[in-house]
């Protein structure tokens, strides 16, 4: 159904030369060769580019007809300055610049020893595949031709790994963009888990989809009280990698799965509304990281915990008031029926809780507060552990997807306290994103290192920019698995 599903994947391939046949050949140039007078790649001229304008600042990209085919000059930025950042950037515009063309060949990063190959072909996939993802309904077709993509420089044995190992990661962000795309009328619960399960059967991912009745023996009481107002039914849904050997340790992800969130009694806006078919973002980037991990296959083991229902407001939908036990028995009054996204979080850490994995990571487009924090590209970091902690900054630092600690402090515990519940499920009207991180953390068992990451604002991207597309941006999947692969419990 979706356009960004059937799209065949980009073919990347290595060479030490450009391909004869190449349509497209592209070099990066750094201001200082730019500004030296060493030659320039053929076809390149100093004078025109001057004219043109152009000036290798990151994200400038000139094109050049030359001889039958066409030479594009990649603005890189000063030498010490590049970065797989700035080559995913880079690359990104590149891709957008000659996306009607068939086949590209690009050597970015040989002018610079800055990053290593490997990282730099890593980066340069990201950046050309994931700025070239379409999703849409549209009756016409799109113009997009670029099918081969060959990175001219290095063939080593790691750039060859690391560019299917990137190829691997961008079908999962992909995978976790169709997800966020497809409305949340056609995307319900009960397709979400459909899909799910489809994916884990075909990478040999052990899967368990709990329908509505397995959900209430289960007592997921937050679960059923965000899905009392819908005609769909809840699913929760539990995959499973199991690496070969003995696992070296377990890491849990919890993700958020509303397929649509109204805002249920406590209605939102129209405009406020309007996007959030986006408030699966969470559980997307678990699905998009746990199809990587087959290929990946990192050595510990990872369970994922997906609830899935939509808020809405039919006529036996929660009212503000109402009390909910969630699963480990803690009870929350639910005084606005739009902050519930804790509630079905709090029965999915109870349920990762009871397994005993050495860390628990949740993903959440939780609240506008962090947005309004940290803006639409930095996703707000809390939890307990400073070490395992540091490990997610270091995967967030290693990917790109950027992230920001806010803290969880005690004191500020009393202001979700309730007179007739354990807690409420709002707290006063500042510090928002820190609130629910305190009362996510009633969910996590003593002891258990956790992550919680509120991406309200990088799930979704209101238009494009570099790698990042319109709608669904996966954030999170790339993170998850550079986390996955690095885990080290109790470190
Ligand atoms: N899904 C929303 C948070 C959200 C808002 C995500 C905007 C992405 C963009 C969440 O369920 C919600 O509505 N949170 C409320 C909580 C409030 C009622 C305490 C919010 O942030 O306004
Ligand atoms: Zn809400
Ligand atoms: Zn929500």
């Known amino acids: 159904i979706a356009l960004g599903g059937t799209r065949m994947p980009i073919q990347f391939s290595t060479a030490r030369r450009a391909p004869a046949r190449a349509e497209v050949v592209a070099h990066g140039l750094t201001t200082e060769v730019l500004a030296g007078d060493g030659p320039l790649p053929a076809g390149l001229d100093r004078g025109d580019l001057g004219r043109l304008g152009f000036t290798a600042k990151v994200e400038q990209v000139q094109v050049v007809p030359a001889e039958g085919r066409l ?14 950042d700035g080559l995913r950037r880079a690359s990104a515009c590149l891709a957008r610049a000659v996306r009607g063309r068939r086949s590209l060949a690009l050597d970015l990063a040989s002018v610079t020893d800055a990053v290593p190959r490997p990282e730099a072909a890593r980066a340069v996939v990201e950046g050309t595949a994931l700025a070239l993802y379409r999703f849409g309904y549209k009756s016409t077709k799109d113009e997009d031709r670029l099918s081969r993509v060959t990175l001219v420089g290095s063939t080593a044995a790691g750039v060859r790994t690391a560019v299917e190992q990137a190829t691997a990661v961008v079908e999962g962000v992909k995978l976790a963009r169709d997800l966020v795309n497809e409305p949340g009328g056609s995307l319900t619960p009960p397709k979400f888990a459909n899909r799910v399960r489809r994916m884990a059967r075909d990478r040999g991912l052990t899967v368990k989809v709990l329908d509505e ?14 899905s009392r107002g819908s005609t769909q039914p809840p699913r929760f849904v539990e995959l499973t990698w199991t690496p070969k050997g003995r696992p070296k340790g377990t890491i849990a992800l919890v993700g958020k799965g509303l397929t649509f969130d109204s805002g249920g009694l406590s209605i939102k806006s129209g405009v406020g509304m309007m996007d959030m078919k986006m408030d699966m973002g969470g559980a ?52 606005n029926t739009d902050a519930e996204g804790r509630l079905v979080l709090a029965d999915a850490l109870s349920m990762a809780s009871e397994a005993k994995p050495d860390a628990i990571v949740d993903l959440a487009t939780l609240t506008g507060a962090c947005m309004v924090a940290l803006g639409p590209r930095i996703a707000g970091l809390m939890g307990r552990d400073d070490g395992f902690l540091a490990q997610v900054e270091g995967a967030s630092a290693r990917t790109g997807e950027r992230v920001w600690r806010l803290p969880l402090p005690a004191d500020y515990r009393r202001m979700v306290d309730s007179p007739v519940a354990d807690m409420k499920n709002i707290g006063g009207p500042h510090g928002g994103a820190i609130t629910a991180g305190l009362i996510l953390g009633e969910f996590v068992a003593d002891g258990i290192p956790w992550a919680h990451l509120d991406i309200a604002g990088p799930a979704f991207a209101d238009g494009d920019d570099c790698e990042v597309t319109r709608g669904g941006t996966g954030f999170g999947v790339r993170l998850l698995v550079d986390l996955a692969c690095s885990f080290t419990p109790g470190g």
């Open 284 to 335: 997307a980037a678990v699905v998009g990281a746990m199809s990587v991990l087959p290929v990946l296959a990192p050595r510990c083991r990872v369970r994922a915990y997906l609830p899935m229902t939509d808020n809405m407001l039919g006529g036996d939908a929660t009212r503000p008031g109402d009390v909910l036990t969630i699963r480990n028995g803690k009870t929350i009054e639910v005084l």
């Open 71 to 84: 030479v594009v000059a990649v603005g890189l930025g000063p030498a010490d300055g590049v970065d797989p």
């Open 213 to 226: 009745a397995a959900i209430k023996r289960a007592r997921l009481g937050g679960l059923l009280g965000v």
